[in-house]
């Protein structure tokens, strides 16, 4: 396996792409997964939601990206949406050094990971997203988007629109217009969602809004709510829970399998 560290923005020592690429076969290329870490907009939790993640899409198929992006208000939105926009243009313009597809990236975030997740798949073809990047329309574009326990709205997440904005009092415009099941369009990134009935941090209803948001556009989409997992629980097993049960789940520890079949499909769309 190959591993690269990426600095992203010059003087940024903190925003990087970590590179997670198998050896070399013949005749073999890979797809593309950039995953996006959660933590509130806070922090980024690399350790349980970055290359874990990564490296469990590799069976699947997959050379695996880790994104570390702007927080703990260092720079507010749309710093983040770029920072994905110029990881996107990174892994494109490397296909061939890297053995992927550029035609099938996909990308995947957890809790504020997956808000960031969401964006990359809802706004895209916002202007602030490429704006002085020299990125051709649609080329930041995912093939598909797996938000897992994702922030959807940010009307009930207090401090992550506070970290996201880098102000403690936004304006319900400036809420609203990062809220991303409001923005949901027939241009959107078709999406795969996880998320747990009982979640305690972020409501599922955040991803059933979501996924209505999709239905109502005409998106491809999959929803999976499932019964219990606390929220953080990452692949649901062993290798992220830390001993904590409430983390190991084997209905929720399926997610990259299926979400590895559903990407299978989209591909062939």
Known sequence: MQYEKIYLKEGRPDVY?????????????????????GGGYGGVCADREGEPIALAFMPYGY??????????????YPAQLREV??????????????????????VTGFSAGGHLTA????????????????????????????????VI???????????????????????????????VTSDSSPVFIVHSADDELVDARNSLDFAMAYANAGVPYELHIFPHAQHGCALGNAI????????????????????????????NL
């Open 153 to 183: 709205s940010m009307k009930g997440h207090g401090f992550s629109i506070k970290n996201l904005l880098c102000k403690d009092d936004p304006t319900k415009e400036e809420t609203d217009y990062v809220s991303v099941d409001q923005h």
């Open 85 to 106: 926009t110029l990881a996107i243009k990174h892994i494109k313009d490397n296909a061939d050094k890297y053995g992927i597809d550029p035609d099938q990236l996909f």
């Open 63 to 76: 050379n695996g990206f880790v994104l570390h992006y702007t927080v703990g208000r260092k720079e507010p």
């Open 240 to 267: 992220t829970d830390m001993g904590n049960p409430n983390w190991n789940d084997p209905m929720i520890a399926r997610w990259v399998e299926m979400a590895a079949y559903w990407a299978e499909k989209i591909c």
């Open 119 to 150: 964006c990359a798949g809802v706004f895209w073809n916002r202007p602030e997203a490429t704006e002085g990047l020299d990125v051709p329309y649609g080329y930041n574009k995912p093939r598909g988007i797996m938000p897992i326990y994702p």
């Open 17 to 37: 792409l970590e590179t997670y690429i198998s050896d070399s076969l013949p005749n073999v290329t890979r797809k593309a997964i950039l995953v996006i870490p």
